[in-house]
Nanobody, 127 residues
Framework: QVQLLESGGGLVQAGGSLRLSCAAS????????MGWFRQAPGKEREFVAA????????DYADSVKGRFTVSRVNAAKTVYLQMNNLKPEDTAVYYC????????????????????WGRGTQVTVSS
């Protein structure tokens, strides 16, 4: 069973950067797609980015393409989300999760395909 712990959130001005980390415990991390999601107040949780087990494939929500980069270091059991040129609309709690339900797409954007959710880390972007 994989357990996840996010960190790296904080308060940043618009245009700034943050790097989120998601540390995993468990033996299946290195063989699993990892996803980042976020949830803003009053909104549903939404897909942000995903990365395949090898790091050779990734996908992003249109709203973050060109600004966010997902990466991973399997030896450290950690996945990262580098966020640049942050905007106030990026304000949310950010979560990482493991792809649990493979339905033909290793880079699924469907929240129901993921599990083992961490507790999240708060990102606040001021204007």
């Amino acid at each position: 069973q994989v357990q996840l712990l996010e960190s790296g959130g904080g308060l940043v001005q618009a245009g700034g950067s943050l790097r989120l980390s998601c540390a995993a415990s468990g033996r299946t991390f290195s063989s699993s797609t990892m996803g980042w999601f976020r949830q803003a107040p009053g909104k549903e949780r939404e897909f942000v980015a995903a990365i395949t087990w090898s790091g050779g494939g990734s996908d992003y929500a249109d709203s973050v393409k060109g600004r966010f980069t997902v990466s991973r270091v399997n030896a450290a059991k950690t996945v990262y989300l580098q966020m640049n040129n942050l905007k106030p609309e990026d304000t949310a709690v950010y979560y990482c999760a493991v792809l649990r339900n493979y339905s033909g797409n290793y880079l699924s954007k469907m929240i129901d395909d993921y599990g083992n959710w961490g507790r999240g880390t708060q990102v606040t972007v001021s204007s």
